[in-house]
């Protein structure tokens, strides 16, 4: 028998297709996944939301974030630098993290601590800095990676 996945969709779909995934799943975190998704989406102008790697990611150009499904403690979002490594290290001081919710794992890529309920609220402007500083160092390690 064939494994059911849900649907690649891109743009407003892909919202919709990542949805479906969710909703096949009983997550205790779903409101909270739900209100880390919008602002993401909603931290610049581009990205767009997509079913990747079994789970919800976001690309401007490549893809840059993946929400990790897994936890039950607290939302947890992998800042990446998408399908494939650049070779590049991200410059970690044009990455402001104020807060401290970002775990560097590698030169290219970061797990950021989100916590859940009012605690998660309360860091929507720090998540929105940290998306937003995040892909404009991938579009710089990009153009750089694109050189070599």
């Known amino acids: 028998m064939a494994k059911k996945t849900a649907k690649k969709a891109k743009g407003p779909d892909g919202v919709a297709a990542v949805n479906a995934l969710l909703d096949a799943r009983r997550l205790p975190l779903r409101a909270d996944i739900d209100w880390v998704r919008g602002v993401i989406r909603g931290a610049r102008p581009g990205i767009v939301e997509e079913v990747k790697w079994n789970t919800s990611s976001f690309r401007v150009d490549d893809f840059f974030a993946t929400i990790h499904l897994r936890s039950a403690d607290g939302v947890l979002v992998v800042l990446h630098s998408g399908t494939k ?3 590049v290290a991200f410059d970690r001081e ?11 794992l590698d030169p290219e890529r970061g797990l950021v601590t989100l916590g859940a309920g009012s605690e998660l609220r309360k860091r929507r402007a720090a998540l ?7 892909v404009t160092e991938l579009e710089r390690v990009s153009r750089l990676a694109r050189r070599d």
């Open 85 to 87: 490594k650049k070779g």
């Open 94 to 104: 044009t990455i402001r993290d104020p807060r401290g919710l970002m775990r560097w």
């Open 128 to 134: 929105t800095g940290l998306v937003r500083d995040w």
